[in-house]
């Protein structure tokens, strides 16, 4: 740690004048004022702001409006209001107190052993959950003195029982007391040796010092390090030294916060009387500078990550630390699909270093993975057909859920029978061939058979933006007859090194339109992936008519592929471009 001296400002020449022209003056609320005004001189930890409240102070007592109130708890509230708004600062408080007794807490440090033993164990618990899962709940940080005192201690019932854990739950949400001086005890367990870091820095305005707080380079027990995963639970009740570790932990990107905004605590506060008044004032007399944001959680508390209810955070963490534990296994499981199977060869060596060196450490969910690595990979690629998708097995749900089924029918799919017997269908998503099989026989009541009959038909694929091209197949058999099967395209297949031809389907759900009625296709800039397949299949074997504007250009043919042992074999699927001919 170190102390330093600071440099004071001058006092605000507004502020001298004032208690010039006032110092004579016996009435009681102006001097009360003037009071207040000297102890925020001398105590308030953001002393730049005092030229605003001398100002304030000035017209306050200008207006008269305090020499009015007779009451003292209203004047009490009233000043309140007037140094808050002047300094916009909450913490600010003024109280009528006639009967205030100070309390002055014991100092730990002087407490006999057996009771600093005591505390530390009725304010800590330690257990192994499930899975190797560490937890760890401390309800009272205790400071830099009582942490060397009862080193052995610490050592052998907390930090020597997480050591070896493969991830920890750090429970803050009923942490409301503790001291600064012991937060580097805390973050050093969870950093490494070397370098040390410089955790925070705190300003204490009365001795008009500045300490900083760094990690220690040996402590007392084996580190638990910064590599394995934590999460710190915080709610609205966290407060004071709690919120500095939490807040560090968070911008250090060392640990994940869940659950509610923390209270928005102080450094430390102090309840100063007012000259010989039995008026108090409430001050804030040291604040904290984290070096990374500049800023603290002080007042404003710290921000969770995943913001829960606090009754539901440790259900939450949980599931957190399941999802992050697959990640590595999840990225490697994609690299060697990527290694495999991608066709554009040249691009694989980037992106399988760029898969190993992303930055995955805030990830919430499944689909906040897939996202982030979505993202990430089509930057390095610049190919928008390279996509990870986070889905839910569609063909099983909707065989469970009827009212989804009827959802996605109406969702998918638009008709409509317009003039001369002209048959519309719209479809703005190529949906996979399983959820088609599944919702088969509703598909061809509800939509099909309402416009098979139509003397010709307009499909309309302008806000069509892809999707899955297994059902391609499927949607062309409709608009061919049974016999000859047609072949469709062929494609080239990376990892067998295979040539695939894929044709018409011999036998389908319901009656063909056939090969002789006329159909249009209608695109749009917005066209793409599998809906290009479909409508360039259609043109190439001179099928139909494309109306509109030329297409994305996105991938002809992909091959699709699960993500298999990790929580997301259910549902995440990667699509990969291979060759189209």
């Keep these: 740690m170190k102390t330093m001296v600071m440099a004071l400002p001058t006092p605000p020449l507004v502020l001298m004048l004032l208690l010039c022209a006032l110092s004579t003056n016996s009435s009681f609320q102006p001097a009360l004022v003037l009071e207040m005004a000297k102890i925020l001189l001398e105590n308030y930890c953001f002393p730049e702001n005092l030229v605003g409240m001398q100002e304030a102070i000035q017209q306050a007592i200008d207006s008269g409006e305090i020499l009015r109130i007779s009451d003292r708890k ?22 009528y107190e006639p009967n205030f007794v100070p309390v002055m807490p014991p100092l730990l440090p002087s407490l006999p052993i057996e009771q600093l033993i005591r505390l530390v164990r009725n304010s800590v618990k330690v257990d192994i959950l499930e899975n190797n899962i560490g937890y760890l709940r401390i309800d009272r940080i205790i400071g830099e003195e009582t942490a060397a005192t009862l080193g052995s201690l610490l050592r052998d019932n907390i930090w020597d029982k997480i050591a070896h854990t493969s991830s920890l739950i ?3 949400r009923y942490s409301t007391a503790g001291q600064l001086s012991g937060i580097p005890f805390i973050i050093s367990y969870f950093s490494d040796p ?5 955790i925070d820095t705190v300003y204490d305005r009365p001795s008009n010092t500045t300490r900083e707080l760094w990690t220690m380079p040996s402590i007392k027990g084996e580190r638990y390090g910064k590599k394995k995963d934590m999460i710190i639970l915080t709610s609205k009740h966290t407060m004071g030294a709690a919120e500095a570790v939490a807040y560090t932990f968070k911008h250090l990107k060392r640990a994940i916060i869940v659950g509610e905004r923390s209270a928005g605590g102080s450094v430390k506060v102090r309840k100063i009387r007012v000259g010989g008044s039995e008026f108090y004032i409430t001050v804030p007399v040291a604040r904290s500078f984290n070096p990374i944001t500049g800023q603290s959680w002080e007042v404003s508390g710290v921000s969770p990550t995943v913001n829960i209810i606090a009754k539901e955070a440790v259900a939450k963490a949980k599931y957190l630390l399941a999802v992050r534990g697959a990640i590595p296994s999840i990225v490697q499981s994609i690299s060697n699909i990527i290694e495999r199977s991608y066709a554009f060869t040249d691009k694989v060596p980037a992106l399988l ?20 690595l979505n993202q990430d990979l089509q930057t390095v690629s610049e190919d928008p057909r390279l996509i990870i998708k986070y ?4 063909a099983a749900i909707v065989e469970e859920d009827p009212e989804l089924l009827g959802y996605i029918i109406n969702t998918l799919f638009r008709i409509e029978l317009l003039p001369g017997n002209v048959g519309y269908l719209r479809f703005d998503m190529m949906a996979d061939i399983e959820v088609l099989k599944a919702i088969g026989t509703q598909l061809t009541k509800l939509v099909w058979s309402k416009i098979v009959n139509t003397d010709a038909l307009i499909i309309d694929m302008r806000f069509n933006t892809g999707g899955y091209s297994t059902s391609v197949p499927l949607l062309c058999s409709y608009l061919f007859d049974a016999d000859p099967l047609r ?7 990376r990892t067998t090194t295979t040539m695939t031809e894929v044709m018409t389907l011999p036998q389908i759900r319901g009656q063909r339109y056939g090969s002789s009625k006329d159909v249009y296709i209608l695109t749009s800039h917005m066209t793409g992936s599998a809906a290009e397949v479909f409508t360039r299949t259609m043109k190439d074997l001179n099928r139909a008519t494309i109306i509109g504007e030329p297409t994305t250009g996105g991938s002809l043919s992909s091959g699709t592929y699960r993500i298999r042992d990790s929580i997301l074999k259910e549902s995440t699927i990667t699509n990969f471009p291979n060759n189209f001919n």
């Design 391 to 394: 889905l839910q097995d569609n």
């Design 353 to 372: 270093h760029h898969l190993q060196s992303t930055d995955l450490f805030s990830v919430i969910s499944e689909e906040d993975l897939a996202i982030r």
């Design 74 to 95: 209203t004047l009490a509230s009233v000043l309140t209001v007037g140094v808050q708004g002047a300094l916009n600062d909450p913490r600010l408080t003024v109280s």
């Design 170 to 172: 750090f429970d803050l």
């Design 487 to 493: 072949h469709l395209y062929t494609i080239f297949d």
């Design 194 to 198: 070397v370098p040390i870091i410089h």
